[in-house]
């Protein structure tokens, strides 16, 4: 019998993904089944991005493409780095990729020997850990409540570190949290940042445009620090195009050309239609997607409401991405009819079989004690979900 790799034994599933499953086959089985799991906008993408793919195809871009990503569009990002986040990159410190996640994989598989120490604050997005473990590096945990709005602080960043620390990973805006780091606290990690230049940083900002905060700032915009962050971003969050796949990273030149290497090893370059639809997307006024974000706050403020009114729930007031992540641990314990709550998972299980509503259990993002809702889903459907919820909670411990 053929064994499978150590590397793919000592990996977890996705969280997230394994109950998009499970929540696509009860549906199957005909349940009225409310996903509020999977981190994907409801919008459509806008057209004018669909209209620039169809051109592509009608004028034949179904060629190979440079495995960094075409040079116009690598040129287009850098300009969308300078006009949004004030970041000046070369096209030849940017490298695209099939999707955000794969800059991520390419970065740290470019850095990370076996035995380096990777930090990375909690809640954390599922993939950093395993991405983190596939290269053969130590995910260092720091763990942020509730109360301190999910963020850590410089001073613990700084007791994280040791001779091992070879690299930092966040996100901000946050998943699944959706705290947003504010100048000051990124200004705090900096300062830490620099006392140790041999410790790389990276940046994931996928979410930047879905803010409520009034503007995102970027961790590299600190001068001291610029060549030690890699900032990574994409195009499915906020234009709505995550089945396109379009991530990338901007870097120092080096850890560019490292990135470029892995991924001419691994996928080459991203899908060619998709890279020429990004050209458009990059050269739009963000402000247009204001509409959207406007709704996202509502929504967050729907959900938010319901879950202040239920006892026991502990949860924040997230300033971006489309999650709340409320701790839950004041129903762990308890227990309905056949149902008995003893961590996360078992209440999600529980939700999804008596209230029909698909939710993620906070274990895999390094947060035991909460879920993740995303309300990434209609006012309507929204309202039915914590209905739902409510009631379903409100049983436990009868």
Not at 134 to 149: F, W
Not at 223 to 240: D, M, R
Not at 257 to 285: L, P
Request: with cysteine; proline share 4%.
């Amino acid at each position: 019998m053929i064994s499978l790799s150590n590397r793919l034994n000592a990996m977890e599933e996705s969280a997230t993904l394994a109950m998009a499953r499970l929540s696509r086959t009860l549906r199957a089985e005909g349940k009225d089944i409310i996903s509020l799991s999977l981190g994907e906008p409801d919008f459509h993408t806008p057209q004018f991005i669909k209209d620039e793919a169809i051109r592509a195809i009608e004028q034949n871009y179904t060629t190979y493409t440079p495995v960094a990503g075409y040079d116009e569009l690598r040129e287009k990002i850098a300009h969308k780095l300078l006009r949004d986040n004030g970041l000046t990159y070369s096209k030849d410190q940017i490298v695209v990729s099939t999707g955000a996640k794969q800059a991520i994989a390419n970065a740290v598989l470019s850095l990370v020997n076996p035995g380096d120490e990777v930090i990375i604050p909690a809640p954390y997005w599922v993939s950093y850990i395993e991405i983190v473990k596939l290269a053969g590096g130590i995910p260092v945990i720091i763990e942020a409540s509730v109360e301190q709005d999910y963020k850590i602080t410089g001073q613990q960043f700084e007791e994280a570190i040791s001779s091992k620390t070879k690299m930092f990973i966040f996100s901000s805006p946050c998943n699944p949290t959706g705290s947003v780091y504010t100048k000051e606290e990124l200004f705090s990690l900096a300062q830490v940042l620099e006392k140790h230049p041999n410790i790389a940083a990276l940046s994931d900002e996928i979410y930047e445009h879905i803010n409520f905060a009034g503007g995102h700032h970027s961790l590299a915009e600190f001068p001291s620090i610029f060549e030690q962050v890699i900032t990574v971003n994409g195009a499915s969050k906020a234009w709505a195009m995550t089945g396109w796949r379009l991530g990338y990273l901007a870097s120092s030149k080096t850890i560019a050309d490292a990135c470029n290497k892995i991924q001419g090893q691994f996928t080459s370059g991203t899908n060619s239609i998709t890279q020429r639809a990004a050209m458009v997307a990059m050269d739009a006024n963000p402000q247009i997607l204001q509409d959207m974000v406007n709704q996202f706050e509502k929504r967050r403020d729907l959900v938010l409401g319901y879950l202040q009114k239920i006892p026991g729930i502990k949860v924040n007031k997230p300033t971006g991405a489309f999650y709340l992540f409320p701790d839950v641990s004041a129903y762990f314990g308890t227990s309905y009819q056949n149902y008995t709550i003893a961590n996360g998972n078992d209440l999600c299980m529980y939700l999804l079989q008596e209230a029909n509503i698909a939710l993620v259990d906070g274990n895999g993002f390094g947060a035991p004690k909460c879920i993740r809702i995303s309300y990434a889903t209609s006012e309507e459907q929204l309202s039915i979900a914590m209905e739902r919820l409510t009631e379903a909670l409100s049983k436990l411990g009868q």
